[in-house]
């Protein structure tokens, strides 16, 4: 590995263990700096500023999440509850493994979904992720029209991100907390979609997901 190469790893070690105790927004690029054992302006030499930093460390996990989804929804081995139930697992798994990092890489300065692009290259991944979401509902409800996909898209998204939230700061290994919350999720996602059932006519769906 060239010198330049170490020292870009250094950095990024140093900014993903500030994050990880004190939360992105709580970290100086001075104290990554100090943390590194280089100057703060030695960071700028790789990167832009701290927003690039949490991009870099963002960039494979998030990726990893996207292929597992992606592959989930290719396959031919789920029928789409399933699919989509697999992918609410995978998603609660990656905010439980990253739960010291999770706020930062799916929520800081997110853009709104119902935007079709942004500037900044980590909410391009995020509203990745979101339209996958999007795309199994639709695999589940394929008669649902735009703004009836978006809103039961978004309670999932926010059911999703509150079992992450609730358990964020409990000190206690992922395969425990998954053990449990598992079988909730699958429940939930049971729930969603029976109140989003067909009407009698086929033709869209129920009130209850439309009010």
């Not at 439980?96 to 909410?123: G, H, K, M, P």
């Not at 509150?162 to 992922?174: L, S």
Request: charged share 25%.
């Amino acid at each position: 590995m060239s010198l330049e190469a170490q020292a870009k790893e250094r950095i990024l070690l140093a900014a993903q263990k500030l994050f990880t105790q004190k939360g992105y927004e709580q970290v100086t690029v001075r104290e990554i700096a100090r943390e590194a054992k280089c100057s703060h302006t030695s960071i700028y030499v790789y990167f832009e500023d701290k927003k690039q930093l949490l991009e870099a460390l963002a960039e494979e996990p998030l990726d990893r999440l996207r292929n597992s989804i992606q592959n989930t929804l290719a396959s031919d081995k789920y029928g789409p509850q399933e699919q989509l139930t697999r992918l609410s697992k995978m998603f609660v798994h990656f905010g439980l493994s990253y739960r010291n990092l999770y706020q930062a890489f799916l929520t800081y300065e997110a853009s709104r979904v119902d935007i079709e692009e942004t500037i900044w290259e980590l909410n391009e991944k995020r509203l990745e992720l979101f339209v996958h979401l999007k795309n199994a509902v639709k695999g589940v409800f394929p008669n649902a029209d735009e703004k009836q996909l978006l809103d039961l898209s978004r309670m999932i998204y926010f059911l999703l991100h509150g079992i992450i939230m609730t358990y964020k700061n409990v000190d206690e290994h992922v395969n425990g907390i998954i053990r449990r919350v598992f079988p909730i999720v699958e429940r939930s996602i049971n729930y969603l979609i029976q109140g989003g059932v067909y009407d009698e006519n086929n033709q869209g769906l129920t009130t209850r997901l439309q009010n």
